[in-house]
């Protein structure tokens, strides 16, 4: 099995390129940073590019000027501004102090974060003319993250996962959540105990939405055989599929 992966680069266009040449040219699994950025370059990869666009600017702006709300930020104060922050000193957050009521606070503040508008996450799934898996990932990242974030795509069986043996998933949503369960991992190795596509990835979003009831999210689960399934939580998820047999590419729903 090959891993390869690149996270928080800048002014590089091409990540999933990057992450290729970890996989093919290195023996590390993931790359960060500055230091990403200068390895894709070192590798021949086109860099410097500004990735801002007209709207990106706009819509940075315009959180701007609503004192930088929403935000990833919790338990710091000033709450209603760009900052910088501080901790709250009502909180030892030192000791982990944190009431129920306070994280379910959190919970459902953060399902107003995460939507069809505010993340851009695509994972794709291959099977090749000689029945081998491969799948690859790519995500600009949450909107308003804090600087710094990496989120689920670049984590090995968190928003994608393949076994040539088994099959593969590929997962969007609230991937600060999601990566704390591997969904895709977790797809994967249900199947190899069995499990049909559907139930498999049913089950994977359970899991996660018995801790977190209010997240976002969704998988899509294809077996070696091409039987493909997906589930979702929060939102209705729809996902493609092509192959020799279809004229073209076809678009199915899942509902929560």
């Not at 004192?67 to 030192?94: A, E, K, M």
């Not at 799934?125 to 993250?145: P, Q």
């Not at 190899?192 to 139930?199: A, D, F, T, V």
């Not at 294809?222 to 997906?230: D, F, M, R, T, V």
């Amino acid at each position: 099995m090959e891993v390869g992966a690149v996270a928080a680069m800048r002014y590089m266009k091409d990540g999933i390129r990057a992450a290729r040449l970890v996989m093919q040219h290195t023996k590390h699994t993931l790359l960060v940073g500055e230091q990403a950025s200068a390895f894709a370059l070192s590798m021949g990869l086109p860099g410097s590019t500004n990735l801002s666009s007209s709207e990106s600017l706009g819509k940075w702006s315009k959180w701007k000027e609503n004192r930088c709300q929403p935000n990833f930020w919790q338990n710091v104060v000033p709450i209603n501004s760009c900052g910088p922050y501080h901790p709250r000193d009502s909180l030892d957050l030192t000791k982990g102090a944190c009431s129920k009521a306070k994280l379910m606070e959190t919970i459902e503040s953060r399902s107003s974060l995460i939507g069809l508008h505010n993340h851009d996450t695509i994972a794709m799934a291959v099977i090749d003319r000689m029945g081998h898996l491969a799948v690859g990932t790519s995500t600009n990242g949450a909107t308003y993250k804090i600087p710094g974030r990496v989120g689920d795509g670049p984590i090995a069986g968190s928003s994608a996962y393949a076994d040539d043996e088994i099959g593969a998933c590929g997962a969007t949503g609230d991937g600060d959540i999601m990566m704390r369960f591997l969904p895709c991992y977790q797809v994967v190795e249900s199947m190899r105990l069995g499990m049909e596509p559907k139930l498999a990835a049913k089950d994977a979003i359970s899991r996660i939405a018995r801790k977190f009831p209010d997240f976002v999210g969704a998988v899509f689960a294809i077996n070696k055989n091409g039987k493909h399934a997906g589930a979702c939580h929060g939102w209705t998820f729809q996902y493609s599929v092509r192959s020799q047999e279809m004229d073209d590419v076809e678009v199915f729903t899942v509902l929560p």
